[in-house]
T-cell receptor
Framework: DTGVSQNPRHKITKRGQNVTFRCDPI?????LYWYRQTLGQGPEFLTY????????KSRLLSDRFSAERPKGSFSTLEIQRTEQGDSAMYLC??????????????FGPGTRLTVL | AQRVTQPEKLLSVFKGAPVELKCNYS??????LFWYVQYSRQRLQLLLRHISRESIKGFTADLNKGETSFHLKKPFAQEEDSAMYYC??????????FGTGTRLQVTL
């Protein structure tokens, strides 16, 4: 499978714990995005990288959230001191910047986080 | 600010009937509009985008800048079209802004 992969697929944690998710993009893609989706809503943008540089971060994103893409390949999203409101599906997507605005974002299967 | 509105949470149609999933957007510049689809237990995938002006699986969508709409249409619904459909907008930044989605249910 050469698509975007995410691990773990499911995570259950207790309030106050830290969690980390991983995303492996399509190998030749230089852009990587994180979105969050809650029940009944569409995906909501969190942050994105071009290669290893984090170019944009949502203003809605709490300081408890941090993302990295150290070598411009896989990315990790960490949530510190989780709260019940963090329960959601976390989606990763990747795309190739062809120089224009027509790059297509390909999504991974998501990581479902449940905070008890 | 950019915003996408999908007014219907659920659209139920009979097989063979026409389908129209509504999408309206708010954006001050020239946006790119997309339709993504999520079939049961599958990941989100691109269905079509306005720049391509193509028909995918019988679906078409025309960008109407005057009405700020990008409605998704298909003349004859099939059972396999049952899925969750999301309209999305991309402005000058690379991120996508999604609507809340419409569940299409095609019944016999």
């Amino acid at each position: 499978d050469t698509g975007v992969s995410q691990n773990p697929r499911h995570k259950i944690t207790k309030r106050g714990q830290n969690v980390t998710f991983r995303c492996d993009p399509i190998s030749e893609h230089n852009r990587l995005y994180w979105y969050r989706q809650t029940l009944g809503q569409g995906p909501e943008f969190l942050t994105y990288f071009q290669n290893e540089a984090q170019l944009e971060k949502s203003r809605l994103l709490s300081d408890r959230f941090s993302a990295e893409r150290p070598k411009g390949s896989f990315s990790t999203l960490e949530i510190q001191r989780t709260e019940q409101g963090d329960s959601a599906m976390y989606l990763c997507a990747s795309s190739s910047n062809s120089g224009g605005m027509t790059d297509t974002q390909y999504f991974g299967p998501g990581t479902r986080l449940t905070v008890l | 600010a950019q915003r996408v509105t999908q007014p219907e949470k659920l659209l139920s149609v009979f097989k063979g009937a026409p389908v129209e999933l509504k999408c309206n957007y708010s954006y001050s510049g020239s946006p790119e509009l997309f339709w993504y689809v999520q079939y049961s237990r599958q990941r989100l995938q691109l269905l079509l985008r306005h720049i391509s002006r193509e028909s995918i699986k019988g679906f078409t969508a025309d960008l109407n800048k005057g009405e700020t709409s990008f409605h998704l249409k298909k003349p004859f619904a099939q059972e396999e079209d049952s899925a969750m459909y999301y309209c999305a907008l991309r402005g000058t930044a690379s991120k996508l802004t999604f609507g809340t989605g419409t569940r299409l249910q095609v019944t016999l």
